[in-house]
């Protein structure tokens, strides 16, 4: 469903047109951010942040099941805008959630963070703040960051392993390495 702005702008000579800034404010659009063009019968044209992650989702679905299925933590892969696929838990409120400024500040860290309940990190835009034990990882292709494997424990007081650190990692990095093939 498209919704109304009330903006109209026009095509330079050149074939441009400017999204306004609080429309890119809100869409969290920022300078070089890839947008992906659609074109519809009806003659409408779409713009939608391209998220290279996205060609994976199939991939991103069978390998949270894996990991849930191998660590019993809730298992979830994002790409820098919401989450793309999820295990262990209901994906009804989780699958293509936005995600939270927190969660986006971490992923651009490009380190991993482990979260023992103290940092209260919310990993969707207001979302809840999940207090139980967490690690993120950030998602790297082509050095450039493109979202995140997320762990977390259901249990509060559960420890993350330093297996399970390295569970994410390798998640991370493999994830990353199938969009460079």
């Known amino acids: 469903m498209m919704k109304a702005t009330g903006v109209v702008r026009r095509i330079d000579d050149l074939g441009r047109i400017v999204i306004p800034k609080e429309i ?3 869409l969290r659009i920022k300078e070089g951010t890839p947008l992906e063009i659609f074109t519809e ?3 409408n044209i779409i713009l939608k942040k391209y998220s290279p992650i996205g060609e994976l989702t199939n991939f991103s679905e069978q390998y949270v099941n894996s990991l849930y299925n191998t660590t019993n933590l809730i298992s979830i892969v994002t790409d820098k805008d ?3 696929a999820v295990s262990g838990t209901s994906k009804k409120d989780l699958l293509e ?3 939270s400024e ?3 500040k971490i992923i651009d860290s490009r380190k991993t963070a482990i979260d023992e ?3 209260k990190i919310s990993i969707i835009k207001d979302g809840p703040i999940n207090e139980k034990h967490k690690i993120i990882t950030p998602i790297i292709s082509d ?3 493109i979202g995140s494997v997320i762990l977390i424990s259901k249990e509060q007081n559960r420890k993350i392993s330093n297996a399970e650190i390295e569970i994410a990692k390798v998640a991370s990095n493999f994830l990353g390495c199938q969009l460079e093939i």
Do not use: A, C, Q
Request: charged share 40%.
């Open 24 to 26: 890119r404010k809100t």
């Open 41 to 43: 019968k009806e003659g």
């Open 82 to 84: 919401s989450v793309v």
């Open 97 to 99: 959630v936005p995600i």
């Open 102 to 104: 927190e969660l986006e």
């Open 117 to 119: 309940g103290t940092k």
């Open 143 to 145: 050095s450039e960051v």
